[in-house]
Structures are given as C-alpha cells and as structure tokens.
C-alpha cells in the first residue's frame, strides 16, 4: 500500500483501457504458467507487521509521519492511518533457527523504532485494533499523506455512493457510520508470505484457507473497537464493512464484497487472479507504459502491473501475489489472518504454527479440504473470530468419513500440533526452536488463554476498580503496553495488578523496558 501514485483524476477512458489491460495480463499470467517461467522456490518466508502509535496515556497518536522521519529506514513504512505504519522483515530461509533469529530482528527493530517514537511522546503498540480508538481519530483527516490513500477513499466512496455503514452485534453491538475507509486503519495485522511453485501453489492455498480459523481462534487479539466489546477477533467484520463498496441492493443481491473469504476451494493459482478481474470492478484504473504480450513475445517477463495493483485491492484472507524478482517471476501465498501482537514470541508463535500446519496440510494423502465443504471452512473461520479461543470448529474425524465439531483448543492439541510439528521438521528448523514456539500454542489452549481473552478479563477488572469505560479502556491499554514490551507470552501475563490509576495522566517518559529482555513482566 506504500507506493505513491498520481491522484490527478480518472476518466471513463482510463477505465476502459485498464479492463483491457487487465485481460491482456490475465492472458499473460496464463501463458507464464503453460511455459513454467516460474522461480523455483528458494524456502523463503517474508514476515510484515502492522503497528499502532499510542501515547503513555493509552491513546492514539496521529503522528506516523514525524515517527518515520526519525526512524529513517526503509524497513518502515507508513500505513493507512496517521496512528498506523507497517515494519518489514527481510526474507529468512525457512531452517534451522529461523524463529529465533526472525525474533531477534524483530525485537531489534521495534525497539529502535520505540525509542524514535518516545522522542515524540508515542509508543509503538503492537495489537489487532487499539482499543482506545474513537470515531473521532479515524475520519478522512486522519488518513496518511500518500496520494494512493486518498485515490483509494475517492474510489471507494464514489463506488459504494453513500456512507460506510458498521454494524456489529458481538458481546456489545456498534453502529456506527463514516464517509471514509478510514475505519479500515483500526485493523492492524501480521503478514505471512510464502514462496510456491505453480504446482504447488492451489494445495498450499487451500490448506491456508482450511487453518485459517484455527489461526483466528488461537490467535485472536482484537476484541475491542470504538469503545465497545464486540468479537473475539473483530478485524476481519471491521475490514469487510469498512471497504464494503456495495450498497444495501447490491448486498441484498449477493454481490461478493472485496473483503472475502471465497467461495470455493481452487485448482490453480490462475484460478483467484481470474476471480478477482471477473468479480470486482477496478479501484485505481491505473496504467502502466508496458505491454505483457509483447512483451513475452520478445522472450522478456512482463511486471503484470494492472493486475498487481488490482490484486492489492481485493482483500482476501490468503491473498496471490505475483512478483518479479531479478528478471524471474514467482508465486507467493500471502497470509494476513493474524492480528499483530501480543509480544515477539506470541507473533513467532503463530508464524510457527501457520508454516507447520501449511506444509503438513499440503502434502496430505486425503487433504483436508478434500474431506472439509468450503462452506464448513468459511463457518468455521466466521466461528472463530466470533469466540476466538473458545469455538468450536467441524472438522473431518481423523481415519473416518464425515466431519464432527471439536473444541478448537482439543483440536489443536491433540491433532493439529503434532502436524505442525512434522511440517517443520520436514522444512528442517531446529528441534528447539519447533518446540519453544510450538510450546507457547501448547500452553495458550492448555490455559484458554490469548490476546483477546486477556484483554477482556483485564478490561473487566479495571471497570471492577471503578473506572468509567473510557478510563478502564485506557488502563487495560497502558498495562497492555507495560506488559507486551517484558516480552513474556500473553498465556503468562497477570489479569489483575495492585494500583489502577483513576485519571489519565499526561504523557510521561516510559520506562526503556526491552521488547523481550525475558526479564520478566512489569509490575503494578
């Protein structure tokens, strides 16, 4: 989302010559695979988080611009909202200690990035959707200064003709409506890439659809949003309806919204990029000066370019990416199930766990989503991000025909870890580092504990200590906070502590705690 566009307006002429040229990279996608051009895949995985801006008062800080510009490393980068940027990982080997040294670099950079944000009194929080945020910080004003952003607001806004409309019923219900996507930048995640062959690509995307919700579940950390208790994992209703272009008619027809889980499971790679031109119109009717048939025919690789950025504003849960990488094309499949945080181990723990299980999953005999309905699959992650670790999902009997619910925590336990296990020893990582990271998934389905849960229980013991919302909010933020930088696993972190304070304070100068020191949690 990061590049800068023109925004100089769009005619009826751009947007005809951009479907045709569309078609004519859908053509070129097609021709690529039918000759295998594609890069053979090198176990590379790519790692991005999305990231919040708070002060030492729990709330949001409008200030992506001023961080970055003190940061000054293009390993950061801004994203939708002024409260928002987005940290990128370089690409690992999938091997040997990959999570622990993936865990390191991310310490590192978050810590820098802390230390540059204090010199402006903002912390970096690392959660599904701050939840502190009000209506009022994520209007059309609050959106960053790239003109891509504005384009895509203009875009989306004379597509849909009317307000944005959120409805939400979960613990609480939110109504609420905007007249921008700007309540789209509440949702903030983590980015899983992986590098496939065309072969290979249709079982590794299935197999993602089929875990997603087992990531949601045991992952959830988003359950607050606009002042109001909703899902466990609320980002994915958020997104639906924040980028929902439809109008009520176009709902009620059936129309597929462009946040979306699909519809069935697929063959090919080919098969999304289709979807995708045949199911949404354009967004950013933007052209680019190269032409991808010709340039094939003169034995080159064309950038696809249309369809690149056409792809970008279609949000699926597991998302085709296309790139082109020293003069050779390849596949990747891009996870962006998971909410951000809590801590560095709890991001690498579910990155653990979603490498196992893909691999695992695909190299099935009877895989899964030959013996699981789509239906089920869409269900089931519906399910998830309602009850997050407490859901219970269908799932196929294991040795037997037909499908039967389970407990997400059982299932995980008994079925699911033991393949994940398998599928990192087959990608060749570190017995120690399979099991340190496997183990935090062990224990949060042992103790039915996630992001998600702990806030809810810590929220509810602020409001117990007599705290209006606004205020118990804020507490459970700032000890959110406290706690996410002693680096220790969510499943550990104390509910209760001894001192809530009453008022918000005014921003203070935080205590240089280290992004997972393993000193142990902060205290009350």
Not at 109 to 130: F, N
Not at 139 to 148: C, F
Request: charged fraction near 25%.
């Amino acid at each position: 989302m990061g590049e800068k566009v023109a925004a100089d307006g769009i005619g009826l002429a751009d947007r005809e010559r951009y479907r045709r040229k569309l078609q004519e990279c859908l053509e070129g996608l097609a021709r690529l695979l039918g000759e295998k051009r594609f890069d053979r895949p090198k176990n590379l995985v790519g790692l991005e988080i999305e990231l919040n801006l708070a002060g030492a008062d729990g709330l949001p800080r409008m200030m992506n611009s001023q961080v970055l510009e003190r940061i000054a490393s293009k390993d950061f980068q801004t994203e939708l909202a002024r409260c928002n940027l987005e940290v990128n990982i370089a690409p690992h080997r999938l091997h040997g200690q990959v999570f622990e040294q993936l865990a390191e670099e991310l310490r590192t950079a978050l810590a820098y990035a802390d230390r540059k944000a204090r010199e402006v009194a903002a912390r970096i929080v690392m959660i599904g959707i701050l939840p502190t945020l009000d209506t009022t910080d994520l209007t059309a004003a609050s959106l960053s200064e790239n003109d891509r952003y504005f384009l895509l607001n203009d875009e989306m806004r004379a597509a849909r003709g009317e307000d944005f409309a959120l409805d939400i019923q979960g613990v609480e219900r939110l109504v609420a409506r905007s007249p921008s996507i700007a309540p789209e930048a509440a949702c903030t995640s983590v980015q899983l890439h992986l590098q496939v062959t065309p072969g290979r690509f249709a079982a590794v995307w299935n197999a993602a659809q089929a875990l997603a919700a087992v990531q949601v579940a045991v992952g959830a950390n988003s359950p607050f949003f606009f002042g109001r208790e909703l899902w466990r994992e609320t980002r994915p209703p958020v997104f639906q309806q924040a980028t929902d272009t439809r109008p009520p008619e176009l709902q009620a027809q059936g129309v597929r919204p462009r946040t979306w889980f699909g519809e069935r499971w697929i063959d090919s790679a080919y098969d999304l990029f289709a979807e995708n031109v045949r199911y949404f119109p354009p967004l950013l009717p933007l052209c680019g000066t190269q032409h991808p048939l010709r340039v094939l025919d003169a034995g080159g690789v064309p950038d696809l370019a249309e369809l690149v950025l056409h792809n970008g504003t279609v949000y699926r849960w597991n998302r085709p990416v296309y790139a082109v990488t020293d003069g050779v094309p390849h596949l990747r499949v891009e996870n962006r199930v998971l909410p951000a945080g809590p801590t560095v181990a709890d991001v690498l723990a579910n990155t653990a766990l979603y490498y196992g299980l893909v691999r695992a999953l695909a190299e099935q005999p009877r895989p899964v989503w030959s013996r699981l309905p789509f239906a089920a699959a869409a269900e089931n992650f519906a399910a998830a991000c309602r009850h997050g670790i407490d859901a219970t999902l269908r799932w196929p009997r294991p040795g037997r025909g037909g499908v039967a619910e389970i407990p997400v925590t059982r299932l995980v336990r008994q079925e699911l870890l033991p393949l994940a296990a398998a599928g990192l020893d087959a990608w060749g990582v570190e017995p120690a580092d399979r099991d340190r990271y496997l183990g935090i998934i062990e224990e949060r389905c042992a103790r039915r504990t996630n992001g998600a849960s702990w806030q809810t229980a810590a929220y509810h013991h602020a409001r117990e200590q007599g705290l209006d919302r606004g205020a118990a909010l804020a507490e459970m933020t700032r000890r959110y906070s406290e706690l996410m930088r002693s680096g220790e696993p969510v499943h550990t972190w104390p509910v209760a502590w001894s001192a809530v304070r009453r008022t918000v304070p005014s921003p203070r100068r935080a205590e240089a705690n280290g992004w997972g020191s393993g000193e142990g949690a902060a205290g009350g």
